[in-house]
C-alpha cells in the first residue's frame, strides 16, 4: 500500500493567502512562499522546492469542523446550497463534494486555510487547532 503523499495541486490554493507549515523535526513554524531557486531557512520563510524535496513540513490546516460551528450557529453564512455541502463535506470525507460550491466560498476556504480536501485526514496537514493545545493557548 502506498503512502498517501502531498502534492502541489494540493496546497496550491493556499499559496497566496501565506499557508503556514511545520517542519516535523524541529516543530517550528514557516509560511510557504512560492518557488525560489535560492532560499534560506533565517528569513522564517519555507519555499516550495524545499518542502517537496524533503517531505518533513506539513501544510498547517483548519478543520472544516471549526467551520461548520459557525455556520451551525448562525456566525458564518454561504448560502443554504453552499452550508449543506459544507456540512455534508465535512460529515462524509466526500473530497468531490466541494466542486458543487460557489467560486466565493473556496476562495474563503482557501484565504482562512480550512481543509476543504481533508489532508488533516490523511495525515497529510496539521490540525492547527493540536498546534494550539502544544503551545497551551
Same mark, same amino acid.
Given at each position: 500500500?502506498?503512502?498517501?503523499?502531498?502534492?502541489?495541486?494540493?496546497?496550491?490554493?493556499?499559496?497566496?493567502?501565506?499557508? /503556514?507549515?511545520?517542519?516535523?523535526?524541529?516543530?517550528?513554524?514557516?509560511?510557504?512562499?512560492?518557488?525560489?531557486?535560492?532560499?534560506?531557512?533565517?528569513? /522564517?520563510?519555507?519555499?516550495?522546492?524545499?518542502?517537496?524535496?524533503?517531505?518533513?513540513?506539513?501544510?498547517?490546516?483548519?478543520?472544516?469542523?471549526?467551520?461548520?460551528?459557525?455556520?451551525?450557529?448562525?456566525?458564518?453564512?454561504?448560502?443554504?446550497?453552499?452550508?449543506?455541502?459544507?456540512?455534508?463535506?465535512?460529515?462524509?470525507?466526500?473530497?468531490?463534494?466541494?466542486?458543487?460550491?460557489?467560486?466565493?466560498?473556496?476562495?474563503?476556504?482557501?484565504?482562512?486555510?480550512?481543509?476543504?480536501?481533508?489532508?488533516?485526514?490523511?495525515?497529510?496537514?496539521?490540525?492547527?487547532?493540536?498546534?494550539?493545545?502544544?503551545?497551551?493557548?
Amino acid at each position: 500500500m502506498e503512502k498517501n503523499k502531498l502534492e502541489f495541486k494540493q496546497i496550491a490554493p493556499y499559496l497566496t493567502y501565506g499557508l /503556514g507549515i511545520l517542519d516535523l523535526a524541529s516543530s517550528k513554524k514557516y509560511t510557504l512562499h512560492a518557488y525560489k531557486e535560492n532560499y534560506s531557512r533565517t528569513d /522564517g520563510k519555507m519555499y516550495i522546492k524545499e518542502l517537496f524535496e524533503e517531505y518533513k513540513y506539513k501544510p498547517i490546516l483548519r478543520p472544516l469542523n471549526d467551520l461548520m460551528k459557525d455556520i451551525k450557529n448562525g456566525y458564518a453564512n454561504f448560502g443554504d446550497k453552499d452550508n449543506a455541502t459544507l456540512i455534508y463535506l465535512a460529515q462524509s470525507n466526500d473530497t468531490q463534494s466541494y466542486q458543487n460550491l460557489e467560486y466565493s466560498t473556496i476562495l474563503f476556504l482557501c484565504k482562512n486555510h480550512y481543509d476543504f480536501q481533508l489532508l488533516i485526514e490523511k495525515g497529510l496537514a496539521i490540525d492547527i487547532n493540536s498546534l494550539k493545545n502544544q503551545d497551551g493557548k
